[in-house]
Protein backbone atom coordinates (compact mmCIF):
# COMPACT_ATOMS: atom_id res chain seq x y z
CA UNK A 1 0.00 0.00 0.00
CA UNK A 2 1.69 3.49 -1.30
CA UNK A 3 1.44 6.16 2.13
CA UNK A 4 3.16 9.17 2.37
CA UNK A 5 3.89 10.47 5.84
CA UNK A 6 4.08 14.33 6.05
CA UNK A 7 5.73 15.65 9.34
CA UNK A 8 7.78 18.69 11.05
CA UNK A 9 5.12 21.31 11.05
CA UNK A 10 4.17 23.49 13.37
CA UNK A 11 4.22 27.21 14.94
CA UNK A 12 7.19 29.66 14.20
CA UNK A 13 7.60 32.98 14.24
CA UNK A 14 8.21 35.33 11.28
CA UNK A 15 12.34 35.19 10.03
CA UNK A 16 12.34 31.40 11.35
CA UNK A 17 13.08 27.81 9.50
CA UNK A 18 11.29 25.01 9.34
CA UNK A 19 12.29 21.08 7.69
CA UNK A 20 9.44 19.28 6.39
CA UNK A 21 10.05 15.78 5.80
CA UNK A 22 7.76 12.80 3.86
CA UNK A 23 8.62 9.76 4.59
CA UNK A 24 6.90 7.27 1.50
CA UNK A 25 6.67 3.52 1.49
CA UNK A 26 5.09 1.16 -0.55
CA UNK A 27 6.90 1.90 -4.09
CA UNK A 28 9.89 2.38 -5.02
CA UNK A 29 10.86 6.37 -4.32
CA UNK A 30 13.56 6.82 -6.29
CA UNK A 31 11.29 6.42 -9.69
CA UNK A 32 9.12 9.29 -8.78
CA UNK A 33 9.22 12.49 -9.20
CA UNK A 34 7.92 13.97 -5.81
CA UNK A 35 6.74 17.34 -5.17
CA UNK A 36 5.34 20.11 -2.19
CA UNK A 37 1.78 21.35 -2.85
CA UNK A 38 0.52 23.48 -0.03
CA UNK A 39 -3.24 25.56 0.93
CA UNK A 40 -3.10 28.37 3.46
CA UNK A 41 -6.63 28.19 5.44
CA UNK A 42 -9.80 28.73 3.02
CA UNK A 43 -7.76 28.78 -0.04
CA UNK A 44 -6.74 26.96 -3.26
CA UNK A 45 -4.13 24.68 -3.80
CA UNK A 46 -0.62 26.02 -4.86
CA UNK A 47 2.42 23.70 -6.37
CA UNK A 48 5.88 24.66 -4.38
CA UNK A 49 8.12 22.88 -5.38
CA UNK A 50 8.99 19.16 -7.04
CA UNK A 51 11.88 17.03 -7.96
CA UNK A 52 13.00 14.54 -10.12
CA UNK A 53 13.38 10.92 -8.45
CA UNK A 54 17.42 10.98 -8.40
CA UNK A 55 17.28 14.47 -7.48
CA UNK A 56 19.20 16.33 -10.14
CA UNK A 57 16.91 18.96 -10.91
CA UNK A 58 14.47 20.68 -8.76
CA UNK A 59 12.08 23.73 -9.17
CA UNK A 60 10.32 26.08 -7.72
CA UNK A 61 7.08 28.44 -7.38
CA UNK A 62 8.10 32.40 -7.40
CA UNK A 63 6.62 32.83 -4.21
CA UNK A 64 9.28 30.79 -2.61
CA UNK A 65 12.27 30.37 -4.91
CA UNK A 66 15.41 31.74 -2.57
CA UNK A 67 13.69 30.62 0.50
CA UNK A 68 12.63 27.01 0.13
CA UNK A 69 14.93 24.21 -0.64
CA UNK A 70 13.78 20.82 -1.44
CA UNK A 71 15.35 17.85 -1.61
CA UNK A 72 15.44 14.24 -0.94
CA UNK A 73 17.16 10.86 0.44
CA UNK A 74 16.40 8.05 -1.74
CA UNK A 75 18.34 5.74 0.94
CA UNK A 76 15.28 6.79 3.76
CA UNK A 77 12.64 7.17 1.41
CA UNK A 78 12.39 10.58 2.53
CA UNK A 79 11.71 13.97 0.83
CA UNK A 80 12.59 16.92 2.60
CA UNK A 81 11.49 21.11 2.43
CA UNK A 82 13.44 23.40 4.13
CA UNK A 83 11.88 26.56 4.92
CA UNK A 84 14.09 29.90 5.72
CA UNK A 85 12.87 33.36 6.52
CA UNK A 86 9.07 32.08 7.01
CA UNK A 87 6.73 34.88 6.70
CA UNK A 88 2.72 35.02 7.50
CA UNK A 89 1.52 34.33 4.26
CA UNK A 90 3.46 30.98 3.76
CA UNK A 91 1.04 29.66 6.80
CA UNK A 92 -0.63 26.92 5.18
CA UNK A 93 -1.34 23.09 5.17
CA UNK A 94 1.68 21.45 3.45
CA UNK A 95 1.14 18.21 1.32
CA UNK A 96 3.73 15.98 -0.31
CA UNK A 97 2.59 14.69 -3.27
CA UNK A 98 3.54 11.84 -5.64
CA UNK A 99 3.71 12.85 -9.30
CA UNK A 100 2.99 9.65 -11.39
CA UNK A 101 5.69 10.24 -14.82
CA UNK A 102 6.11 13.52 -13.58
CA UNK A 103 2.83 14.43 -14.80
CA UNK A 104 -0.47 14.09 -12.49
CA UNK A 105 -0.59 13.26 -8.66
CA UNK A 106 -1.89 9.91 -7.82
CA UNK A 107 -0.94 9.62 -4.51
CA UNK A 108 -0.93 12.36 -2.08
CA UNK A 109 0.02 13.05 2.09
CA UNK A 110 -2.37 13.77 4.58
CA UNK A 111 -0.62 17.03 5.31
CA UNK A 112 1.16 18.77 7.67
CA UNK A 113 0.12 22.52 9.04
CA UNK A 114 3.08 25.14 9.44
CA UNK A 115 1.92 27.70 11.27
CA UNK A 116 3.83 31.48 10.91
CA UNK A 117 2.97 34.06 13.57
CA UNK A 118 4.80 36.33 16.15
CA UNK B 1 4.78 30.20 -14.93
CA UNK B 2 2.02 28.72 -16.70
CA UNK B 3 -1.48 30.51 -15.05
CA UNK B 4 -4.08 28.40 -15.14
CA UNK B 5 -7.39 30.50 -14.91
CA UNK B 6 -10.24 28.44 -13.76
CA UNK B 7 -14.60 29.40 -13.73
CA UNK B 8 -16.76 29.91 -12.55
CA UNK B 9 -15.11 30.46 -8.96
CA UNK B 10 -18.57 29.29 -7.64
CA UNK B 11 -21.72 27.06 -8.78
CA UNK B 12 -24.62 26.20 -6.78
CA UNK B 13 -26.37 23.40 -8.33
CA UNK B 14 -29.54 21.32 -8.17
CA UNK B 15 -28.92 17.44 -8.28
CA UNK B 16 -29.06 15.85 -11.74
CA UNK B 17 -28.18 19.08 -13.56
CA UNK B 18 -24.54 18.79 -15.68
CA UNK B 19 -22.26 21.29 -14.41
CA UNK B 20 -19.26 22.48 -16.61
CA UNK B 21 -15.76 24.15 -15.28
CA UNK B 22 -13.53 25.60 -17.51
CA UNK B 23 -9.42 26.31 -17.10
CA UNK B 24 -7.17 28.13 -19.74
CA UNK B 25 -3.73 28.23 -19.43
CA UNK B 26 -1.81 30.93 -20.41
CA UNK B 27 0.70 29.02 -22.86
CA UNK B 28 0.05 26.06 -24.77
CA UNK B 29 0.54 22.90 -22.73
CA UNK B 30 -0.41 20.16 -25.18
CA UNK B 31 -3.00 17.61 -22.58
CA UNK B 32 -0.76 17.93 -19.27
CA UNK B 33 -3.97 19.10 -17.54
CA UNK B 34 -5.37 17.19 -14.58
CA UNK B 35 -8.95 17.67 -12.42
CA UNK B 36 -8.84 17.07 -8.98
CA UNK B 37 -12.17 17.23 -6.15
CA UNK B 38 -10.92 18.14 -2.63
CA UNK B 39 -13.56 18.00 0.21
CA UNK B 40 -13.19 19.74 3.25
CA UNK B 41 -10.88 18.80 5.44
CA UNK B 42 -9.77 15.51 2.90
CA UNK B 43 -6.42 16.06 0.44
CA UNK B 44 -7.32 16.13 -3.17
CA UNK B 45 -8.44 13.27 -4.91
CA UNK B 46 -7.32 12.95 -8.96
CA UNK B 47 -10.50 12.49 -11.36
CA UNK B 48 -9.14 13.28 -14.61
CA UNK B 49 -5.59 13.16 -16.23
CA UNK B 50 -4.30 14.09 -19.11
CA UNK B 51 -7.17 16.38 -20.42
CA UNK B 52 -10.08 13.18 -20.80
CA UNK B 53 -8.20 9.91 -19.24
CA UNK B 54 -10.87 8.78 -16.59
CA UNK B 55 -8.91 7.87 -13.91
CA UNK B 56 -9.29 4.71 -11.80
CA UNK B 57 -12.50 3.97 -10.24
CA UNK B 58 -13.77 7.83 -10.54
CA UNK B 59 -17.43 7.46 -11.72
CA UNK B 60 -18.34 7.51 -15.59
CA UNK B 61 -20.37 10.80 -14.82
CA UNK B 62 -16.96 12.69 -14.38
CA UNK B 63 -15.29 13.40 -17.79
CA UNK B 64 -12.48 16.00 -18.97
CA UNK B 65 -12.11 17.57 -23.00
CA UNK B 66 -10.00 19.94 -24.45
CA UNK B 67 -5.93 20.86 -25.34
CA UNK B 68 -3.79 23.59 -25.76
CA UNK B 69 -4.88 26.51 -23.58
CA UNK B 70 -8.68 25.26 -22.98
CA UNK B 71 -9.77 22.92 -21.31
CA UNK B 72 -13.48 21.68 -19.77
CA UNK B 73 -14.42 19.22 -16.78
CA UNK B 74 -18.36 18.12 -16.95
CA UNK B 75 -20.28 16.63 -14.07
CA UNK B 76 -23.31 14.69 -16.32
CA UNK B 77 -26.52 14.69 -13.61
CA UNK B 78 -24.82 15.93 -10.54
CA UNK B 79 -24.92 14.24 -7.34
CA UNK B 80 -24.97 15.12 -3.32
CA UNK B 81 -22.05 13.84 -2.88
CA UNK B 82 -20.28 15.54 -5.72
CA UNK B 83 -20.24 18.88 -3.20
CA UNK B 84 -16.80 19.85 -3.47
CA UNK B 85 -14.15 22.60 -5.01
CA UNK B 86 -12.60 21.04 -7.69
CA UNK B 87 -9.18 22.12 -9.31
CA UNK B 88 -7.22 21.90 -12.74
CA UNK B 89 -3.62 21.10 -12.42
CA UNK B 90 -0.79 21.53 -15.04
CA UNK B 91 2.62 19.38 -15.25
CA UNK B 92 4.60 20.93 -18.08
CA UNK B 93 8.01 20.66 -16.35
CA UNK B 94 8.98 21.08 -12.86
CA UNK B 95 7.65 24.37 -12.04
CA UNK B 96 3.29 23.07 -12.25
CA UNK B 97 0.65 25.20 -11.15
CA UNK B 98 -2.56 24.58 -10.13
CA UNK B 99 -5.73 26.72 -11.10
CA UNK B 100 -7.76 28.64 -8.71
CA UNK B 101 -10.50 26.43 -7.68
CA UNK B 102 -14.02 25.64 -8.43
CA UNK B 103 -16.15 24.88 -5.40
CA UNK B 104 -19.32 23.35 -6.22
CA UNK B 105 -22.70 24.02 -4.20
CA UNK B 106 -25.63 21.58 -3.54
CA UNK B 107 -28.92 23.93 -3.72
Redesign the interface.
Known sequence: EVQLLESGGGLVQPGESLRLSCTVSGFSFSSY?M?W?RQAPGK????VS???GIGN??????SVKGRFTISRDNSRNTMYLQMSSLRADDTAIY?CAR??S?????Y????TLVAVSS | EVVLTQSPEFQSVTPKEKVTITCRASQNIGNNLHWYQQKPDQSPKLLIKFASQSFSGVPSRFSGSGSGTDFTLTIDSLEVEDAATYYCHQSSGLRQTFGGGTKVEIK
Open positions: VGVGLEWGMTNADYADYLFGSYVDWGQG
